[in-house]
């Protein structure tokens, strides 16, 4: 990448006037991939007024134009999918077979799927007597982390753009290589300048400078509860809308009339997915009582036969932790939850045989998990499940809910019941038996998980006012 120390601004690589560099690692190695710069709160004074700029023009962009450009950002993007999953690999530490089907891929789904929404979707309408509108409710500032970067980062960019807004994004300074290739990508497509812009750099600097800016109408965060909030209060002072999709220790309830064998290994698999760095990660394995000494046995084998190991490895199921200060957190909560009296059924805290560089973790399995221990209740973030008994279905739903967050949960059984089992579970998004329509069905949480929803249809909506125009009738 030629413009690594440059921002995107009003369509070029502009440089900074800042001095201080933000050095980005590759997690498998700890080497240094490449360095970013720091941006302060002038770049983001420049890119917003971009942004504010090209509003004027771009939220009158017909329906048309506008699938026109998602059209030309979706062959640039397929072009640059190879490219896209090792930009990935290398910065977070997917491995490739993940990166490639799941992480780069993921952000061209967004703009496929978003597109097939705008293409149906109304902007005016009649409804019962006055003119309905949805127009785009203005400047955005998006910020995101660095789990699933170009993920987070195009569902917001897509969203946005299908809805007629301008926007400025700072990508998380520890994977910022994806989302700049997401700016190379949106160059060479139609989409004219100063619609998307980044300025790269700490989020109590670029991000909170986005977040108090007067011309930003609103900011749209994924990351942490904690920076969620911080985020939330700094907008507050010109009440823009926040759209907040933040942290989750997600249920999953094996029901007695669930294949259990197929079930515990599925959701096992599941938790460990992206090193176990994934926000509706299925943490909590609810189990009963009868089928809890089977599920114990499942999920040490399926733990024990977990590849870790190098990215590039095509054997390799999980990669390394992101990032040095993450990887100390997983070890410091697994030491948690061995000093709280979880039993440590395989993993904890030492290093994979063979693995003396990199932030690699075991795959961790605890049994005789209550959901008062901190591992139950924290967001571990790695690969770390906690298998926690139930003795009636009242009794896993009340344990599914007893936790500050809700952003998914998962149901395993037969499925009229598991339906029955998803509605009286407080979060966003329930999946029952693995299904598979991510992409298109609302993402977002209850409770301290955020505010809002992404993807698809109610995605784009996020990213809307609504007028009403009334005349005589
Ligand atoms: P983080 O909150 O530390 O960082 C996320 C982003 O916020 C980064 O770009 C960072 O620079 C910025 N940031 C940090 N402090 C800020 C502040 N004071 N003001 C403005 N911006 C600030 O989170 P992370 O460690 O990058 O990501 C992991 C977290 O993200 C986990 O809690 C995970 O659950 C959550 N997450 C949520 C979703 C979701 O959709 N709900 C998806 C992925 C990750």
Request: charged share 20%; net charge negative; with cysteine.
């Amino acid at each position: 990448m030629n413009n690594e120390l440059k921002f995107y601004i009003n369509g070029s690589w502009l440089e900074s006037n800042s001095v201080e560099q933000i050095e980005v690692l590759n997690p498998a190695t700890e080497e240094v991939l490449g360095k970013i710069t720091a941006g302060t709160k002038e770049d983001v004074d420049i890119a917003v007024e971009a942004a504010t700029h090209a509003f004027q023009t771009y939220s009158n962009f017909s329906k048309d134009q506008k699938i026109a450009i998602f059209e030309s950002i979706i062959k640039e993007y397929e072009a640059r999918l190879p490219e896209m999953a090792e930009v990935i690999s290398d910065e977070m530490g997917a491995p490739m077979w993940l990166s490639n089907v799941a992480q780069a891929a993921s952000g061209l789904g967004h703009f496929k799927t978003t597109l097939n929404y705008l293409k149906s979707f109304e902007f005016e309408k009649d409804d019962d007597g006055f003119t309905l509108r949805k127009e785009p409710i203005g400047v955005v500032g998006m910020i995101t982390p660095w789990n699933w970067p170009i993920n987070q980062v195009s569902t917001k960019v897509a969203s946005a753009l299908a809805a007629g807004c301008t926007m400025v994004l700072k990508p998380s300074e520890i994977s910022p290589f994806c989302a700049m290739l997401l700016a190379e990508i949106l160059d060479s497509s139609s989409l004219p300048k100063g619609v998307f812009n980044l300025v790269n750099g700490y989020g109590p600097i670029v991000g909170a400078a986005l977040s108090e800016h007067k011309s930003i109408d609103m900011m749209s965060f994924t990351g942490s509860t904690r920076a969620g909030i911080a985020v939330a209060q700094a907008s507050a002072k010109n009440v823009k809308r926040v759209s907040q999709e933040l942290g989750g220790k997600s249920a999953n309830i094996i029901l007695d009339d669930a294949n259990i064998e197929k079930a515990v290994a599925a959701g096992v698999s599941h938790c460990f997915l992206n090193s176990g760095q994934s926000c509706n990660a299925p943490t909590r394995m609810l189990v009963s009582e009868a089928n809890y000494d089977l599920a114990i046995s499942v999920a040490k084998e399926v733990a024990e036969k977990t590849i870790v190991g190098d990215p590039k490895d095509e054997n390799t199921r999980i990669g390394p932790i992101s990032n040095k200060t993450q990887y100390e957190k997983i070890l410091r909560l697994i030491q948690i939850g061995i000093d709280e009296g979880a039993s440590l059924i395989t993993g904890g805290v030492e290093r994979p045989d063979g693995l003396e560089k990199g932030y690699y973790v075991k795959p961790t399995v605890f049994a005789d998990v209550t959901n008062d221990m901190t591992i139950a209740k924290e967001e571990i973030f790695g690969p770390v499940i906690c298998l926690i008994k139930y003795s009636s279905e009242e009794e896993a739903i009340k344990i599914a809910n007893d936790t500050e967050y809700g952003l998914a949960g998962y149901v395993q059984g037969e499925i009229s019941h598991a339906t029955e089992v998803a509605r009286q579970i407080r979060a966003g998004q329930i999946t029952i038996n693995g299904g598979n329509r991510e992409n298109a069905a609302p993402f977002g949480g209850y409770k301290m998980s955020g505010n809002g929803r992404e993807h698809g249809r109610i995605g784009l909506e996020e990213f809307l006012e609504t007028k009403a125009i009334i005349a005589p009738l």
